[in-house]
């Protein structure tokens, strides 16, 4: 476990190193990275002067070199807008992203695993197919979409919940929901099919045959199994939704880092980009760490002894 | 194989059992319906649209759908802020949407078979080395680097298929590559080896072959995905450009116009909808038929 553990560091801590090179040459994609960072319509000696500022007329090892030990430090330079350290910016905005990713968490876990143990556990019926079907919608329902239109029914028409903004548990919910639906979906059609499969296992119909009820039987040796492959998913799912709260975050004015992204792209400032997909990139490298020492931990079964 | 001969569908000609499954499978053939219709219209889009698409007309913007107050069959899907006809607008952004979808599964697949083949068939430090590469770029949220990419690029029709025909490529090294390894350990390649048959043949008669239905289907799901995520990139207004009809665009569009006319965003997501429900379930679908060992756990 202990050797495991080790070689999952150094393994994480490569793969920041390669996220550093790769955001590094991703605005300077083009070639010319100070015309990227100014308006498209800009003069040749405003792009002259960004150029100078940032330092792109000297030799690319300089500045590669420059970078990697400015992020060593967590400095990612300033933002071109805020005019303040990128890094600092970025970390402000976090609670209100990991609220907004939890909350959807929840409600996608809250609805699936009764869901799909519903549907799992009675194959044919009304539950199954709700199961199903909610399964394929998480699926092929683009959330910007869901986002919109759950603002046009329940803002606009009903007015149960604000249009946007991040005041008090109320204003979570739509965007909670949109975030959502699409792990929901995931999360349905796994706990719906571990279930399928766990149900033939000889130790749940043993369990059956001892004349344990139902309840008690899904419960102690259905929904263990069930759970070790959630924890599975959970961390992948997390790192999706951050990807996906750029819309949510936007349509809802929501103060987190999706809607940052979307500004910093907008505003072509991409120190903050950078500072952002360093970070986004950091936090889904450690929860896939936490989720493999997780999942060791939970299932017995699991010794990464290599 | 004479004992499965029992079996009455294994007496059935190869084309009847075809049929067989494809009827068999009401899902799949929804599916299969819902994907011709929107691949007809995008073939088609010029016989069969009632309006130009980008033809304005200021007087006649906002105009409802058909079915509500206001509204008038001219214009059966109501027209945009600019008072362009809906309907028209969709039928041709499903030219975008397929085409993005097609050459960026057709660019990440292409160049995802060579590498996993390459990896999974040399192996060692060549292996190492390309899976670190691909690994790299799963690490990173996927939408984020999309998202960055193609701000820096810039709008473009081809700069869009090029960016998902890269970023999906490593899902694709992945995948091939682990049915090498696990092609490879077969008897009939171990036997064909042993035989002599070089690398070349091994590769091209007996691992290739074998790779088309794991692939394909990888291939739908994927290709809906690409769907999903260029009308994402449209909807902040970093995929073709806003002259382009595409269901992005019109969905950026319609956001502000959200809360007195909502079916300007709603119609371009229902065709996202319907164009991705297709797609899955003809995934789904090609599973079943193409690889038996992978069938739902549905049935």
């Given amino acids: ?306 | 194989m004479r004992i499965d001969a029992l079996d009455q569908e294994n007496v059935r000609s190869p084309f009847q059992r075809i049929l067989r499954v494809i009827f068999k499978d009401k899902a799949g053939l929804f599916g299969a319906v819902l994907f011709a219709t929107v691949l007809f219209s995008a073939v088609f889009a010029p016989y069969i649209v009632p309006h130009n698409p980008v033809a304005q007309s200021l007087d006649a913007s906002r105009q409802p759908p058909a079915w509500q107050e206001g509204g008038s069959w001219e214009h059966p899907f109501g027209t945009d802020n600019l008072g362009r006809d809906m309907i028209s607008r969709i039928i041709y952004g499903s030219r975008v949407s397929l085409t993005v979808g097609f050459f960026g599964v057709a660019i990440a697949m292409s160049l995802g078979m060579l590498l996993g083949l390459i990896a999974g068939y040399v192996g060692g430090r060549v292996d190492n080395i390309i899976m670190g590469v691909a690994n790299l770029f799963l690490a990173i949220p996927y939408l984020l680097l999309v998202v960055v990419v193609a701000a820096v690029i810039g709008r473009s029709l081809i700069n869009v298929i090029l960016i998902f025909g890269f970023t999906n490529a490593p899902l694709f090294v992945r995948i091939t590559r682990g049915e090498v390894l696990r092609i490879r350990k077969s008897g009939y390649v171990e036997s064909a080896v042993s035989i002599g048959a070089r690398p070349g043949r091994v590769v091209f008669h007996h691992i290739l072959p074998n790779l088309i239905g794991p692939l394909l289907t990888v291939a739908t799901f994927e290709m809906s995905g690409m769907i999903f995520y260029e009308a994402g990139l449209g909807f902040l207004g970093l995929s073709v450009p806003p002259s382009i009809p595409s269901w992005g665009n019109m969905l950026a569009a319609g956001r502000q116009y959200i809360q007195f006319s909502p079916w300007i965003a709603a119609f371009p997501g229902l065709a996202i909808v319907v164009t991705s429900l297709g797609m899955n379930l003809l995934g789904d679908w090609l599973r079943d038929i193409l690889d038996p060992k992978m069938r739902r756990s549905a049935s």
């Fill in chain 1, 1 to 306: 476990m202990q050797r495991y553990l080790f070689s999952r560091i150094i393994q994480s801590g490569l793969l920041m190193v390669g996220v550093l090179i790769i955001t590094f040459f991703m605005v300077r994609l083009t070639g010319d990275p100070a015309r990227t960072m100014v308006p498209r319509d800009a003069s040749p000696e405003r792009v002259e002067e960004m150029r100078e500022a940032m330092g792109f007329n000297e030799p690319l090892v300089l500045q590669f070199t420059r970078y990697m030990g400015g992020a060593a430090r967590g400095n990612f330079g300033q933002s071109l807008h805020y005019r303040k350290p990128a890094m600092k910016l970025v970390l402000e905005r976090v609670p209100a992203t990991i609220e907004l990713t939890l909350a959807a968490l929840s409600f996608a876990l809250l609805f699936s695993i009764p869901l799909g143990i519903l549907g799992g556990s009675r194959p044919g019926t009304i539950w199954d197919t709700l199961a199903r079907g909610f399964g394929l919608l998480g699926q092929t329902i683009p959330n910007f979409w869901l986002a919109l239109m759950l603002i046009v029914v329940f803002s606009v028409n009903l007015g149960w919940f604000p249009t946007f903004g991040r005041g008090g548990i109320i204003s979570i919910i739509l965007p909670a929901v949109a975030l959502g639906f699409f792990p929901l979906g995931q999360f349905t059609r796994l706990v719906r099919s571990s279930v399928l499969e766990v149900r033939g296992e000889d130790y749940v119909r043993t369990a059956y045959s001892k004349g344990i009820d139902e309840r008690q039987v899904l419960m102690r040796h259905v929904f263990r199994n069930v759970s070790i492959t959630l924890v599975s998913v959970v961390g992948v799912q997390f790192g999706y939704m951050l990807g996906g709260s750029i819309y949510i975050e936007s349509i809802f004015s929501w103060p987190g880092i999706g809607r940052m992204i979307n500004e910093a792209v907008q505003a072509r400032d991409f120190p903050l980009v950078q500072a952002i997909a360093v970070f986004s990139a950091g936090f889904v490298v450690v929860l896939n760490l936490l989720t493999d020492i997780a999942y060791a931990l939970i299932d017995p079964r699991i010794r990464y002894e290599d």
